[in-house]
T-cell receptor
Framework: DSGVTQTPKHLITATGQRVTLRCSPR?????VYWYQQSLDQGLQFLIQ???????AKGNILERFSAQQFPDLHSELNLSSLELGDSALYFC?????????????FGPGTRLTVL | AQSVTQLGSHVSVSEGALVLLRCNYS??????LFWYVQYPNQGLQLLLK??????LVKGINGFEAEFKKSETSFHLTKPSAHMSDAAEYFC?????????????FGKGTHLIIQP
């Protein structure tokens, strides 16, 4: 158990809909990262937040957005969903974000778009 | 830009045999390199990381990796495979620039252990 929690574990929805994925980092970790894992694209970095502020952006679509709240939990919002958005979404956290810091991954949320 | 190439999407070894998973990286700055393991229906777990200290890095579960700058490689090895090592393995790279950024992952190598 990494100490990172993600809810829900599974999510099934329809095209065009909007969903919110939630992540609680390990106690004391200030950085939260979101990744998408799909069969065709592999594991891709989406976005990082550090202590409430956006720090780095990866291959995140404009239809996707994230935020980190004062209690440091984070939410990833996916809107106007398409079939291709079906994937496993991971959240990871680290202490304070230097590049050599270890990222601890949650168990993931499996999103299925029908 | 940085990238990671993992040679072999599937590697099969016999129990007790040497495990060798290959990873080559491309980075315009000195890289930081990581190996993660993913068991079925689970998140990723860090095996080991290279952060410009010793070039031979020892990790958990008997794994180790050697950073070779001249070959731009960071191959993962284990002297004797165990059935419990069957999993997906990912090599990842991060830049050494100021601040943090997300990891860039390879496509992964599925390790199969034959009894």
């Amino acid at each position: 158990d990494s100490g990172v929690t993600q809810t829900p574990k599974h999510l099934i929805t329809a095209t065009g809909q909007r969903v919110t994925l939630r992540c609680s980092p390990r106690s004391g970790d200030l950085s939260v990262y979101w990744y998408q894992q799909s069969l065709d694209q592999g594991l891709q970095f989406l976005i990082q937040y550090y202590n409430g502020e956006e720090r780095a952006k990866g291959n995140i679509l404009e239809r996707f957005s994230a935020q980190q709240f004062p209690d440091l939990h984070s939410e990833l919002n996916l809107s106007s969903l398409e079939l291709g958005d079906s994937a496993l979404y991971f959240c990871a956290s680290s202490v304070d974000g230097p590049v050599t810091d270890t990222q601890y991954f949650g168990p993931g949320t499996r999103l299925t778009v029908l | 830009a940085q990238s990671v190439t993992q040679l072999g999407s599937h590697v099969s070894v016999s129990e007790g045999a040497l495990v060798l998973l290959r990873c080559n990286y491309s980075s315009s700055v000195p890289p930081y390199l990581f190996w993660y393991v993913q068991y079925p229906n689970q998140g990723l777990q860090l095996l080991l990381k290279y952060t410009s200290a010793a070039t031979l890095v020892k990790g958990i579960n008997g794994f180790e990796a050697e950073f070779k700058k001249s070959e731009t490689s960071f191959h993962l090895t284990k002297p004797s495979a165990h059935m419990s090592d069957a999993a997906e393995y990912f090599c990842a790279v991060s830049s050494s620039g100021g601040g943090a950024d997300g990891l860039t992952f390879g496509k992964g190598t599925h390790l199969i252990i034959q009894p």
